[in-house]
Structures are given as C-alpha cells and as structure tokens.
Antibody, heavy 121, light 107 residues
Framework: QVQLQESGPGLVKPSQTLSLTCTVS??????????WSWIRQHPGKGLEWIGY???????FYNPSLKSRITISVDTSKNQFSLKLSSVTAADTAVYYC?????????????WGQGTLVTVSS | EIVMTQSPATLSVSPGERATLSCRAS??????LAWHQQKPGQAPRLLIH???TRATGIPARFSGSGSGTEFTLTISSLESEDFAVYYC?????????FGGGTKVEIK
C-alpha cells in the first residue's frame, strides 16, 4: 500500500518561499510510470492542481502558478518537494501531495493527508 | 483551461436513498474524468476513473456515467459513511482541473 506524507513549516511569512516535502512509502518513486503531483485546497474551497514531477526530473506546472513554482525529486530519499516563492495570504491552503496514475491518465489514485500552510506575518 | 461545474452544491439525502451528482465540463473531456470523495479533515479518495470504472475497493453502490461534457455520479443507497464532499476531476487537458464539489449531507 503506497502512502504519501507531507511535511514542512505550517507558517510562512509574506514574500518568503513556501517549502514542502512529500515522502513516499510502500513503493519506489522511481518505479512504474507514475507521476507525482502537488495539489492545494484553499480554506473552504475546491482543489487546485499545482504541478507534477516524474522521477527523471521532468516537470509540468499549472500556468497560473508557473512563475513561482519549483518541484524537485530526490529518488535516493523517495521524496519530492515543492517550493512556492513570493507567497501572499492567497497562498494559505492545505497542500496535498498525490500520485498520478500514469502518463496517459493523470487521475490521482493515492493522496497524502495534507498539511495546512498559513501565510502570515 | 477546462472549467468543471458541479451541481447541486449541496444535496440533502436520507440514508438508504439514492443520490445523483452532476458534473459538466466547459468542453469535451472524452471519458477522462475521475470522481473523488473527501470527508472532513481527510484527504480525498479516488472513487471512479475513466468516467465509469470504480477504483480498487470502492463499493458497487457507487457508479459513474457520461462522456464528453456531461457526467453523473450515482450512489444507489446512501450509507452513513457516504456523507462527504464529492469532486469531479478532468484529466483530458492541461492544466488538470476539479469541479467545485457537491456536499452530500444527511436530510
């Protein structure tokens, strides 16, 4: 059973960089044809896909956030990470990591529990 | 970007009754549609992919139908654990997008 767990600071100051890590267990991040995504949910709102990474390092980002996002992977630690720069209060959300099924069907079959990040001074 | 619109926003249903949730895409997504269930304080869970294929371990009372721009999630007989928020998600075009959700609450 694949499990994903997000970790990182729960509070970030405006204009700083939000940094989160997702640790994958129960399977290798390098196996199969899986892609690995970040998704966020603003308080009381719906879901917004942020971007994905493949274990080779190939990335694809949501154009609405592209200029501020970096997603990276560390296969030796079975982790992938999100950096979101120049944050504002509008970036306050629960951030989830998730696994995309494969390159032809990007639905999310496993999700982490999510971590709340608040942007505030 | 494809906009996904779900209706109704809230659905009040009694246990044992049938629930029908709708999802509409702003342009065709073929059958590249998934449904996810989210309970308070929990991560979403995949229910349906390919518009009508149940994910592993999902009970048969959940069924999905539709293609193109109109989709339906049906819960044939609601059980207590089914009261939650349901999101549709298209994966036909980039960026991936979700509907705003339908909350299924106890009547």
């Amino acid at each position: 059973q694949v499990q994903l767990q997000e970790s990182g600071p729960g509070l970030v100051k405006p204009s700083q960089t939000l940094s989160l890590t997702c640790t994958v267990s129960g399977g290798s991040i390098s196996s199969g044809n899986y892609y690995w995504s970040w998704i966020r949910q603003h308080p009381g709102k719906g879901l917004e896909w942020i971007g994905y990474i493949y274990y080779s390092g190939t990335t694809f980002y949501n154009p609405s956030l592209k200029s501020r996002i970096t997603i990276s992977v560390d296969t030796s630690k079975n982790q992938f990470s999100l950096k979101l720069s120049s944050v504002t209060a509008a970036d306050t959300a629960v951030y989830y990591c998730a696994r995309n099924w494969d390159s032809t069907a990007h639905y999310f079959d496993y999700w982490g529990q999510g971590t709340l990040v608040t942007v505030s001074s | 970007e494809i906009v996904m619109t779900q209706s109704p926003a809230t659905l009040s249903v009694s246990p044992g009754e049938r629930a029908t949730l709708s999802c509409r895409a702003s342009q065709s997504v073929s059958s590249n549609l998934a449904w996810h269930q989210q309970k308070p304080g929990q991560a979403p869970r995949l229910l349906i992919h390919g518009a009508s294929t149940r994910a592993t371990g999902i009970p048969a009372r959940f069924s999905g139908s539709g293609s193109g721009t109109e989709f339906t999630l049906t819960i044939s007989s609601l059980e207590s654990e089914d009261f939650a928020v349901y999101y549709c998600q298209q994966y036909n075009n980039w960026p991936l997008t979700f509907g705003g959700g339908t909350k299924v609450e106890i009547k």
